[in-house]
C-alpha cells in the first residue's frame, strides 16, 4: 500500500545519472507496503503529471485508456440500457478480464462502487466509478501490472491503478480550459481552482482542488451517421437483413393481427399518405427512412456537469505522529436521450383494440356486419418524444487516521474511511402499460397515427392524425431506479525492520483491515414489480412499463475481517561485494480475508529481484488472488425474461408449432452459494538501464493468469442441447438395463427429473405418450426416445462456471536526453502484446478463443514525446489499438471463400467475422508561460491542444451506435481543440 508522505519513484523512469554514480532512495510503489531501495522491483507504470497533461483527458477514464494495460471500459457513458449503470460513470478492465479483476484505489485506500450495477458478460458486477476520482492536482497515477491479492485482496488480479494526490503542492492555480469539437456536437468547458501551503508554523499542509467539469452531449448523428451502416459495409457484410442495418421496424407506423389470424399486417408510409399492406416496405425502397425508424437520434455521449471537490490536510502533532485527513465530494448530473420507447406483443401485454374502438379500422365503426379486434404486434411511441434519461451521481469519501514513528526502525499508520456512491436514474417519456392500455382501450389515444376513412368499399387510412397531449399524459410517466453503495473501512499497518543481516535489514510489514459494505438497487412499486396485493390487480411478478424488464430490488450486505503480512529478505547487496550479483532479494506476503457471506480465502505472492550488475534489474513474481463474487450477483432477484426458441429433444419427435421456435420463459438468478474466483499470475521481467547512454531504459516483463471458479450465467441454449442429451442417454441406460419401455419414467415435471436440472418441463400426458411412442415406431431401439412434457422454462442462475487462460508481454522504453540549448527532450513507448486469451466453460466446458475479438486486440501501444525549454513546452503523443474481430457481425466459410477470403474479415476458431481496423490517434500540445512584472501576465500559462489530430473516426462495428463505444469513446467526438489559460500566483 501507498504510505502517505513517502516520495514514489516513476518505475519506468530512468536514473538522472549515471547508474554507477546512483545513490538509491528508498520509495514505496503501489503493490507494496515496505519501502524498498530499488524502483525497477516491481511492473509498475507511473503516469506523471507531463504525461497527464499530453494526454489531455477530460475525465479519469480518458487518461487510463492510454495505456496499453488497459484493455477497455465496460461501463462505460455510452451506456443507454434501462436496467443497469448509465451517466457519467466508467468502469476499466486491465488485461480484458473485466472491470472486476482490475482493483482502483485513491491514494491507496478503496472507494464505494458505483450506485448502480452494471452487467459484465451477463452478470451484474459492481466497480469503482473512474469517473469520481480527481483529474486535477494530481501527483501521479500507479498502474500495477501484476496480481495483488496478498497486499489488497479482492478484485486486485489483474493489476491496481491508484490515484496519487499530490500532497506536498505549495502554490494557487486556477485553470480554464475550453475543448471545442470539429463535428459540432460534444464541446466542453472547465475551470479548476488548486491551492497548497504549510500553515502552523510549517506543522499543517492543506491541499484543496476544486474541478468544475462541463461538457455539451455529443450527438450519435454527429459520431458515425444513420444506424443504417449498409453502404459503409463492404461486399458480403452490406445485405439489407444483416447486421449493419440497424434501422428498427418497430415505429410510428403498427404491425398489427385481424381477429384470429395469425398473419401481420402492417401500416406502411406512401405518396399519398399511409397504407395498410401485407408486406413491410423494402429497406432500400422510397419510404424506407420513413418507416425504418433511425436509433442514432440521440447522443452516444450524454450532456454531463461534474463537480468534484478534494482536500487532504497532514498535521505533524510531534515528530513521532502525524494526523492527516481527506475530504472528496464529487457531484455529477447528466443527460442522455435515446429513441422513444418501443412495443412489442412479445415482451407485455397485448393491445387490443375492441370492435367497438373508434380507431379499430376493422371494428363496428368501419365494418358493422363483421367486425374484428386488432391486436397490435409492434409499434414505437414516437409522439411521446425521445426518452430523456436523467442521472445524478452523488459521491463523497472522508478519511481520518494518523501515522508516526514507534522507534527509529518502526513505523505504524492507522486510519478509518467512509465512502458512499449513490445514483438516481430517472426515464422521463417512459410508457406506463397499464395507462397506456386504458388510453388505447378507451379511444382517447390513436395509435395508428391516421383516421379512417371507406373509399371503393375498403378501409383505407385518410388524413394523419395527432394525438394531443392531454391524451398522451397520463401513460407517459418517469421510470424511476436509485442505487447506493456504502463502504467503510478501518486498517492499521506497522513497517519496519525486524533483523539486521549481512545483506541488510530483513523488512516487514503487517496490518489488518475490517471492511463494511452495503448496497441497494430499488426500484418503486410497478417500476420493477408489482409485487402481490397491489391495487391494479396486475400480476405480480411483472411490472407496468413497457421497454422494461420486472425485477426486484436488489439488497445486500457483508462485512471483511482481513490480515496480512508481508517481507522483502535481502539476499546479497552491493556491499557484500558477490562476483555476478549486485543485489538479490525475496520477497513473500500473504492475506487472509474472511467473508461474512461465503467465508475464508488465502493468498500468497512471492516476489524476486536480481541485479547482476548495476544497469540491470531482473524481476519475476507468483500469486495468488481472487474476486469476490459481487453483493448485487450474490443478491439478484428473479428475472424472467420471454424469448424465442425450440425445444432439442422434442421438436423432431412431435413436429408440434408448440415444440418448435416459440416465445418461452427464462428465469435468470442469482446465487448465495457463489465462490470466489481464483487466480494464478506469473510474470517475469527485465529492466535495463542502457550503459553509456544516460537517461535511456527499456524494460520487458511477461505475464500470464490463470483464472477459474470465473461467475458467469450458463448459456441457455447450451443449458437446452445439454438436456436433450441427458434424455437421450438416460433412456438408452434404462433400455440397457432391460427396463421396458412403456416403464421408463424420465421424471418430468417433478424432483426427480432425468435432463438438466436447469431446464423445467411440464408432467407428461397421454397425448406426449402417444406422439413419442409413433415416433420409435419404425426405428432401432438405439434411437429411441422416452417421453417427457413440453419445455416450460429453463433457469440460467449466476454459478461458477467457467476459467481463463491469458498471456502476453508488457514493453517499455524511456528516454531522457540531456538538456541542450535549444530545450530538454523526454520519450516514452508502452506495448502490451497478447500471446493468449482463452475462455472455457458452460455446460459442455467448451474453448473459445477471446484473443482478437470484441476489444481484445492482440497489439496495442502508446508514445509520447515532450519538449520543454524555460518558459516553453510542446508534446505529440500516439496511441495505437490493433485490429479485432467484431463477432456481431459474421459470414459463412461459403461466402468468404467465394470473396476471395477479403482482408476486412478476420477468423477466429473458423468464423468469419467483421474486422475492426486497427487505429492510430495523435495528441499534440504547445504552451508557453510568461514571466513579466505585470501581475496580471507574471505567471500566466498558455496552452493549445488538439486530440485526434488527424480526425480519425471509430472503426465501423454492428453496435447501433456503429462504434465500439468500449474502446474508441475517447475518439468519438473526432479531432477537438483545446485551449487552456492557468494563473499561478
Not at 401485454?349 to 367486425?371: A, H
Request: glycine share 10%; aromatic share 10%; charged share 20%.
Amino acid at each position: 500500500m501507498l504510505l502517505a508522505g513517502i516520495t514514489c519513484a516513476h518505475a519506468q523512469e530512468p536514473a538522472a545519472t549515471a547508474a554507477e554514480d546512483v545513490v538509491m532512495e528508498e520509495v514505496v510503489v503501489t503493490g507494496t507496503s515496505i519501502q524498498r531501495g530499488d524502483d525497477a522491483a516491481l511492473p509498475v507504470t507511473v503516469m506523471s503529471r507531463e504525461e497527464m497533461d499530453l494526454r489531455d483527458a477530460g475525465s479519469p477514464v480518458d487518461l487510463l485508456t492510454s495505456l496499453p494495460a488497459v484493455t477497455g471500459v465496460p461501463l462505460n457513458e455510452s451506456t443507454q440500457g434501462g436496467a443497469g449503470a448509465r451517466g457519467d460513470v466508467a468502469s476499466i478492465a486491465m488485461r480484458g478480464l473485466g472491470s472486476g479483476s482490475t482493483l482502483v484505489l485513491l491514494n491507496g485506500r478503496r472507494m464505494a462502487a458505483h450506485g448502480i450495477s452494471a452487467n459484465e458478460n451477463g452478470v451484474p458486477a459492481l466497480s469503482v466509478n473512474s469517473n469520481v476520482m480527481p483529474v486535477r492536482g494530481l501527483d501521479r497515477v500507479d498502474v500495477l501490472r501484476d496480481g495483488a491479492s496478498s497486499i489488497y485482496g479482492s478484485d486486485a488480479v489483474a493489476g491496481v491503478v491508484n490515484f496519487v494526490v499530490d500532497t506536498d503542492y505549495v502554490g494557487n492555480e486556477i485553470q480554464l480550459q475550453g475543448g471545442f469539437a470539429e463535428i459540432g456536437s460534444g464541446d466542453d468547458r472547465r475551470l479548476t481552482l488548486t491551492h497548497g501551503d504549510y500553515y502552523l508554523n510549517d506543522r499543517m499542509h492543506w491541499i484543496s482542488t476544486f474541478d468544475l467539469y462541463d461538457r455539451d452531449a455529443t450527438k450519435s448523428a454527429d459520431v458515425m451517421g444513420d444506424s443504417n451502416k449498409v453502404d459503409q459495409a463492404p461486399e458480403g457484410f452490406n445485405s439489407l437483413t444483416g447486421r449493419f442495418f440497424d434501422r428498427s421496424s418497430s415505429s410510428a407506423y403498427p404491425a398489427y393481427r385481424v381477429g384470429d389470424s395469425t398473419s401481420t399486417r402492417y401500416l406502411v408510409p406512401t405518396s399519398s399518405g399511409a397504407a395498410f399492406s401485407d408486406t413491410v416496405p423494402a429497406r432500400d425502397g422510397e419510404f424506407a427512412s420513413d418507416y425504418y425508424y433511425d436509433f442514432n437520434v440521440g447522443y452516444a455521449l450524454p450532456e454531463t456537469t461534474r463537480l468534484n471537490w478534494f482536500n487532504q490536510v497532514d498535521y505533524e502533532v510531534n515528530d513521532h505522529l502525524t494526523m492527516f485527513g481527506e475530504v472528496m465530494l464529487y457531484a455529477a448530473d447528466s443527460t442522455m436521450v435515446r429513441a422513444p420507447v418501443s412495443y412489442s406483443a412479445s415482451s407485455n401485454r397485448n393491445i387490443v383494440l375492441g370492435i367497438d374502438n373508434p380507431w379499430n379500422p376493422y371494428g363496428t365503426r368501419f365494418n358493422p356486419d363483421d367486425p374484428q379486434e386488432v391486436t397490435i404486434t409492434s409499434y414505437r411511441f414516437v409522439d411521446n418524444g425521445n426518452e430523456t434519461v436523467e442521472i445524478e451521481t452523488r459521491a463523497y469519501r472522508f478519511v481520518l487516521g494518523g501515522r508516526g514513528a514507534i522507534n527509529d526502525r518502526w513505523n505504524w499508520e492507522s486510519a478509518a474511511t467512509f465512502s458512499r456512491s449513490g445514483t438516481r436514474d430517472v426515464s422521463q417519456n417512459a410508457i406506463r402499460e397499464s395507462a397506456v392500455l386504458d388510453a388505447i382501450g378507451s379511444g382517447s389515444y390513436n395509435p395508428w397515427n391516421y383516421d379512417f376513412g371507406v373509399v371503393d368499399g375498403q378501409v383505407v387510412p385518410t388524413t394523419a392524425y395527432v394525438n394531443s397531449q392531454d391524451s398522451i399524459d397520463p401513460f407517459s410517466q418517469d421510470f424511476i431506479q436509485t442505487g447506493r453503495d456504502i463502504l467503510a473501512t478501518i486498517d492499521a499497518r506497522v513497517t519496519g525492520d525486524l533483523i539486521d543481516t549481512w545483506a541488510g535489514p530483513l523488512q516487514v510489514a503487517a496490518g489488518a483491515e475490517h471492511r463494511w459494505d452495503d448496497y441497494s438497487l430499488t426500484r418503486p412499486q410497478y417500476h420493477g414489480l408489482n409485487y402481490e396485493g397491489n391495487a391494479l390487480g396486475l400480476d405480480p411478478g411483472d411490472n407496468d412499463f413497457m421497454q422494461a424488464s420486472p425485477v426486484g430490488n436488489i439488497v445486500g450486505d457483508r462485512t471483511v475481517a482481513a490480515g496480512f503480512i508481508e517481507t522483502v529478505i535481502p539476499l546479497v547487496s552491493e556491499y557484500n561485494e558477490v562476483p555476478g550479483i549486485r543485489s538479490l532479494s525475496l520477497g513473500a506476503s500473504v492475506r487472509y480475508e474472511e467473508y461474512s457471506d461465503f467465508g475464508g480465502t488465502t493468498n500468497p505472492k512471492f516476489t524476486l529481484d536480481f541485479r547482476p550488475v548495476d544497469q540491470v534489474m531482473i524481476r519475476a513474481s507468483y500469486n495468488e488472488g481472487f474476486r469476490a463474487p459481487s453483493l448485487a450477483a450474490i443478491n439478484y432477484p428473479s428475472r424472467t425474461s420471454v424469448g424465442s426458441y425450440s425445444d432439442p429433444y422434442r421438436q423432431d419427435v412431435t413436429g408440434l408449432p408448440e415444440d418448435g421456435q416459440i416465445q418461452r420463459l427464462q428465469t435468470t438468478t442469482g446465487n448465495s452459494d457463489l465462490k470466489p474466483e481464483e487466480s494464478k499470475g506469473y510474470t517475469l521481467g527485465t529492466v535495463v538501464d542502457v550503459p553509456w547512454i544516460d537517461g535511456l531504459r527499456f524494460s520487458v516483463d511477461w505475464f500470464k493468469i490463470e483464472q477459474e471458479n470465473i461467475i458467469a450465467a450458463p448459456n441457455a441454449n447450451q443449458l437446452r442441447i445439454d438436456d436433450a442429451e441427458r434424455l437421450f442417454n438416460a433412456t438408452q441406460a434404462a433400455l440397457a438395463a432391460g427396463v421396458a419401455y412403456e416403464d421408463i419414467d424420465l421424471g418430468s415435471g417433478t424432483d426427480d427429473y432425468a435432463g438438466n436440472a436447469l431446464v423445467r418441463r411440464a408432467e407428461v400426458t397421454d397425448d406426449d405418450i402417444a406422439n413419442f411412442e409413433a415416433y420409435n415406431e419404425g426405428r432401432p431401439q438405439s434411437e429411441w426416445v422416452a417421453p417427457v412434457g413440453a419445455l416450460v422454462e429453463t433457469l440460467t442462475p449466476f454459478d461458477n462456471l467457467d476459467s481463463s487462460l491469458i498471456k502476453g508481454y508488457d514493453f517499455n522504453i524511456t528516454y531522457d536526453l540531456p538538456s541542450f540549448s535549444w530545450g530538454k527532450l523526454r520519450l516514452s513507448t508502452d506495448w502490451t502484446y497478447l500471446d493468449t486469451f482463452k475462455r472455457l466453460g458452460g455446460a459442455d466446458g467448451s474453448s473459445s478463443t477471446q484473443l482478437g475479438i470484441d476489444g481484445n486486440a492482440r497489439l496495442r501501444g502508446s508514445a509520447a514525446l515532450s519538449w520543454t525549454n524555460g518558459a516553453y513546452a510542446a508534446g505529440l503523443s500516439a496511441y495505437y489499438i490493433g485490429e479485432y474481430a467484431d463477432t456481431g457481425a459474421s459470414i459463412s466459410d461459403a461466402v468468404y471463400q467465394e470473396l476471395g477470403q477479403p482482408g476486412y474479415v478476420k477468423t477466429v476458431d473458423g468464423v468469419h467475422y467483421w474486422k475492426v481496423d486497427d487505429t492510430v490517434t495523435f495528441n499534440a500540445f504547445a504552451s508557453k508561460t510568461f514571466m513579466s512584472d505585470s501581475l496580471l501576465l507574471d505567471g500566466l500559462n498558455l496552452r493549445l491542444g488538439v486530440k485526434n489530430l488527424t480526425d480519425e473516426k471509430p472503426p465501423l462495428t454492428s453496435a447501433t451506435s456503429g462504434y465500439d463505444a468500449s474502446v474508441y469513446n475517447a475518439v468519438a467526438a473526432g479531432r477537438v481543440w483545446t485551449l487552456r489559460l492557468s494563473k499561478s500566483f
